[in-house]
């Protein structure tokens, strides 16, 4: 079993950046594929980026691809996404999530990830 923290979240405009970090506790934190996600008022959560376990593979959605980066530190047991030129469309409360069923797989669909942080709300102004 593991735990997620989200954190890094915040106020920021048009064009600028954020960093937020996954921060995971228990056991074999590498033996998961990792991704975030995120949920704006009123819609379904959507993929944003994914890991696979030893951060050899990522996968984004077209929505964020350029812009976002994910990336991880087995050693830390951390996973970071870089948000860069940031758009009101962005603005979301963020999830960090995490699966052990196919670890060498980024996947893309929430119900294969079996643990869940609480969200870092990221709001974008215009």
């Known amino acids: 079993q593991v735990q997620l923290v989200e954190s890094g979240g915040g106020l920021v405009q048009a064009g600028g950046s954020l960093r937020l970090v996954c921060a995971a506790s228990?056991?074999?934190?590498?033996?998961?594929?990792m991704g975030w996600f995120r949920q704006a008022p009123g819609k379904e959560r959507e993929f944003v980026a994914a890991i696979n376990w030893s951060g050899g593979r990522t996968t984004y959605a077209d929505s964020v691809k350029g812009r976002f980066t994910i990336s991880r530190d087995n050693a830390k047991n951390t996973v970071p996404l870089q948000m860069n030129s940031l758009k009101p469309e962005d603005t979301a409360v963020y999830y960090c999530?995490?699966?052990?069923?196919?670890?060498?797989?980024?996947?893309?669909?929430?119900?294969?990830?079996?643990?869940w942080g609480q969200g870092t709300q990221v709001t974008v102004s215009s």
């Open positions: 999530a995490a699966t052990a069923r196919r670890p060498g797989v980024p996947s893309t669909d929430h119900i294969t990830y079996d643990y």
């Open positions: 228990g056991r074999a934190f590498s033996t998961y594929a």
